[in-house]
């Protein structure tokens, strides 16, 4: 069956410093995949979206890679700050052109003074 | 511009009682979605809607779930009758078109049920 996977053990950093996290699929090509920032009480905020032909892309302090061999994209936040601490969310359209996106479970980012 | 907006934001009801939940995209955006986040799982995909039509309702767990979109323009959901297993947060998306790739979130309307 189709599994996305973030790691689900909270990331603690030090302001300043780079956070990098994960998200693994397995048994799916997708065309793209997407990354949302969701807040206590909000709903997923759109960040970035990469697709299977691109392997990097950037946002002011973000940058997402996408290895489709290795079936996994990282998500990068450089000179981390305490307005990063969230929960990020990978998710994609397992069906192309179906729209429906499943997501991971995300991964709590807590950015420390 | 107004983003996307879901009432309530909180509901509290007992096992066997109706609930109905609203979401209105930003205006424009033919595409609208339900999706659901119950504890300690991931945001599940509930029904896709474009314009007023069921596009997409694969996600839907039953059949005491009853989404509407009247007009094209704001949702309904519907749970009746409510089971326990129902509790958690219900998120409405919007995007433009079909080709649209982004969608944009409610901030979900939290539902418990006992």
């Known amino acids: 069956s189709q599994k996305i996977e973030q790691n689900s053990e909270a990331l603690n950093i030090q302001e300043g410093k780079t956070a990098t996290l994960t998200c693994n699929y397995t048994n799916y090509s997708p065309a793209y995949l997407q990354w949302y920032r969701q807040d206590p009480g909000r709903g997923p905020v759109f960040l970035l979206l990469i697709r299977e032909n691109e392997k990097e892309k950037r946002k002011e302090r973000l940058k997402v890679t996408f290895d489709t061999t290795l079936k996994q994209s990282l998500f990068h936040i450089t000179a981390s700050q305490p307005a990063d601490s969230a929960t990020y969310l990978c998710a994609l359209e397992l069906d192309t052109g179906r729209r429906a996106l499943t997501f991971g479970s995300g991964t709590r980012l807590q950015v420390q003074p | 511009e107004a983003g996307v907006t879901q009432f309530p934001s909180h509901s509290v009801i007992e096992k066997g009682q109706t609930v109905t939940l609203r979401c209105d995209p930003i205006?424009?955006?033919?595409?609208l979605y339900w999706y659901r986040r119950v504890m300690g799982k991931e945001i599940k995909f509930l029904l896709h809607?474009?314009?007023?039509?069921?596009?997409?309702e694969s996600g839907m767990p039953n059949n005491r779930f009853l989404a509407e979109r009247t007009g094209g323009t704001y949702s309904t959901l519907k749970v009746q009758p409510a089971e326990l297993e129902d509790s958690g947060v219900y998120f409405c998306a919007s995007s433009q078109d079909y080709q649209a790739e982004t969608q944009y979130f409610g901030p979900g309307t939290r539902l418990l049920v006992l």
């Open positions: 205006s424009g955006h033919d595409n």
């Open positions: 809607f474009v314009k007023e039509s069921k596009q997409d």
